[in-house]
Structure formats: C-alpha cells, structure tokens
C-alpha cells in the first residue's frame, strides 16, 4: 500500500491537479539523474529534475503475482547526461529507477509509484525506449552455484583467482587495418597464439571509444597477422591507429584452466559430471565409463 500525503491526496480528491512525473535513475558507476515530464526543471532532495528530455512513461499493469508488464521509459538523446554513447556503452545497463508522482507547486509533496531497474534498452535514432522491470523480477533469475561441467567464474575474478596483469596474459595493440565493423588487423600481438584473446577482454584505450569494453569473439592469425573480430560492432566507428589492451580468454573448460593457467585447484565447475554422450551411450565391452566430459 502507498503512503499519499494528507495534503497531495486533498489536491487529488479537488479534481483540478498540478501534478508532473519524476523518474530518478541511479546508475552502478554511481551516477544519479532526474527527468520529469514538466515543461521546468523541479528540485527534489537536492537533484535537479530536468525537463524537455523527451522523457516518458507507458501504462504498468501491476499483477497479484508481483510481476509488472507492459512498463517501459522512452526519451531522446538530446541532452548531455543521456548520451548514446553511454547508452551503448552500458552505462546504464541496470540502472535503478524510481517514478514519483509529484505536485509540481509543491515539489515536497509527491508518491512513489514504481521501482526496479532498466531492463532491455532499444535505439531508434536519437530516441530510446527501456524496459522497467519490477522488484520482483529479481525472484524469476536463477541464482546460487550452479552444477554445470564447465567453471562458473570469470577469468580473473575473486573466484577464479588468476592475475589478468601477469607477463604473458595481457597485451597493448593497435588497430592496423579494419576488415569490417567489428574486424580488424592489430599490431602488438604477434608473440601470442591464434585463439589466446578468443573470450577474452578488449578495453579501447584510443579512438572514439575510448574507456568502453567488449568480449572478444575470436583471435586468429592471418599470414603472421594477429585479427581481432568482437561480438558486436563499437558505437563509435573503428579507426586505425586505435589503441587497445586485451586480456586472455578462457572458455571455462578444465582442460584449459589447468593446462593454459596451471589453476585447476581454482576450478569451479564439475568436469565429472555424466554428459549427454554418457547419458545416452550403450555399454560398450572392454571400454570404461567414469563420465567425465572430454
């Protein structure tokens, strides 16, 4: 149930309303911003709601099972704090946003009418949509350890324990010539192995997209030439000359984490565990089944 002021719920009960909304977004980076569908700025709790954002709320159907459907927010990227390169860059990816429902006479007067995170963010030119999911869509994600054969962590993370600045496990290049959008020749790592950076960390440290990260899809070798090709086109073009650093891969199997990181007492999957070929097989005279995965 929510709490409306004395105060604002008489305004509503008179049947002629001074009432605006105010969406506060509160990014990971720490960030916090404020929109409202007033045609002025307003001030709440020391953050400055901006107005002519182009910032606006569709219906949210709230059902008994907590879940909320059909919400979005959609604005244009017309202002300096809503960038499309920060919104492609991920920096508002789960972003925490509350609606309020404010008096805009009285700015102290107000109600929260949602809260949850941005899900899904669409571009259509210098317009965005995102979707608003609800509180409770965290309690429809899976969670806890999961029994998988390959690791559950992430090359250099707490879990993982391998240090990603170590000699031979991170390198600096540059873009040296593009064979697509998401393609390129690179300069600088011709003392690694074709596959080293496959699912590894590309951080542009040059060019338009300097400071935004991606996954490497692939690294291969072509005629002594080390190419780089990402899971996804940059926001920004790819120039040559472009500089980068990029940290080795790892596709989660026990194999590689004892073999290229000599860290198998770190691994975190099962790599016993029975897979379909086991599970489906016949017995087969004279051969063992232990059901490990190779």
Known sequence: MRFIPAELQAKLDGGVT???????????????????????NLELDGITFRAATGF????????????????EVSGALSHDSLSEHDLAGGHFDAAEIECWLVDYTAPALRVLTARGRLGEVRREGLAFTAELRGMADLLAQDSGRLYTAACGADLGDRRCGVDLAAPGLRASGTVSALRGLSQFAASGLSGFAAGWFTAGKLIWT?????GLAIEVKSHRTDGGTSVLTLWQKMPEAIVEGDGFTVTAGCDKHFATCRGRFANSENFRGFPHIPGNDFLISVPTPGQGRTGENR
């Open 18 to 40: 001074t009432l605006a909304h105010c969406w506060k977004l509160s990014r990971r980076d720490g960030v916090v911003l404020g929109f409202t569908d007033h045609d002025e």
């Open 56 to 71: 606006t709320a569709s219906e949210a159907i709230s059902r008994f099972n907590l879940s909320t459907d059909g919400s």
């Open 206 to 210: 040059g060019g338009a997209n300097s």
